[in-house]
T-cell receptor
Framework: AQSVTQLGSHVSVSEGALVLLRCNYS??????LFWYVQYPNQGLQLLLK??????LVKGINGFEAEFKKSETSFHLTKPSAHMSDAAEYFC??????????FGAGTRLAVHP | NAGVMQNPRHLVRRRGQEARLRCSPM?????VYWYRQLPEEGLKFMVY????????ESGMPKERFSAEFPKEGPSILRIQQVVRGDSAAYFC????????????FGPGTRLTVL
């Protein structure tokens, strides 16, 4: 069965610093993987998705993620954090019929 | 093109009352998904519907919860005899088809049970 583990429920970085949010998945078949962002009191917005094409996926707002099959990882990165990146980030794996299985989320704080 | 619409955005119910949550998918989307987010947790899949059909309800609690997506009108998630543990944010997502692997999320309905 597919599942997702996000390491670190809270991550804090300085403005301009590298953002690294970790996601590991378990899947018996090549997965479809997603990163979503949720701002306070809002719905989820898709940042990027991996669908078996290029292993390095570029998304919106300068984020990217690399699919590493050997490590079963799909970590999210951004070279330089901005204050507006403060939000909660969810990694998800698709489990048939587009059903998404979400990780518990990582809350990103960006301080000046 | 309007996004996924959910209403109400906030809903307060007393224990034992019924809660009805509505979701209008994006134009042209015939697939709807409902997720529940408990405080400090990720989203949990509840049910997947197409027009007039429930495709997968494996995440729905066995009692008190039901969902429909009629031929006309929005999808409805109905919770009967609400309890405090039902307090959560309920999100709806839609997609144009099963093979299109991106879901577009609504802003959610935040249900508070007193």
């Amino acid at each position: 069965a597919q599942s997702v583990t996000q390491l670190g429920s809270h991550v804090s970085v300085s403005e301009g610093a590298l953002v690294l949010l970790r996601c590991n998945y378990s899947s018996s078949v090549p997965p479809y993987l997603f990163w979503y962002v949720q701002y306070p009191n809002q719905g989820l917005q898709l940042l990027l998705k991996y669908t078996s094409a290029a292993t390095l996926v570029k998304g919106i707002n300068g984020f990217e993620a690399e699919f590493k099959k050997s490590e079963t990882s799909f970590h999210l990165t951004k070279p330089s954090a901005h204050m507006s990146d403060a939000a909660e980030y969810f990694c998800a794996v698709e489990r048939g019929y587009n059903k998404l299985i979400f990780g518990a989320g990582t809350r990103l704080a960006v301080h000046p | 093109n309007a996004g996924v619409m959910q209403n109400p955005r906030h809903l307060v119910r007393r224990r034992g009352q019924e809660a009805r949550l509505r979701c209008s998918p994006m134009k042209g989307h015939s697939h709807v998904y409902w997720y529940r987010q408990l405080p400090e947790e990720g989203l949990k899949f509840m049910v997947y519907l197409q027009k007039e059909n429930i495709i997968d309800e494996s995440g729905m609690p066995k009692e008190r919860f039901s969902a429909e997506f009629p031929k006309e009108g929005p999808s409805i998630l109905r919770i009967q005899q609400v309890v405090r543990g039902d307090s959560a944010a309920y999100f709806c997502a839609s997609s144009p088809g099963q093979l299109y692997n991106e879901q577009f999320f609504g802003p959610g309905t935040r249900l508070t049970v007193l």
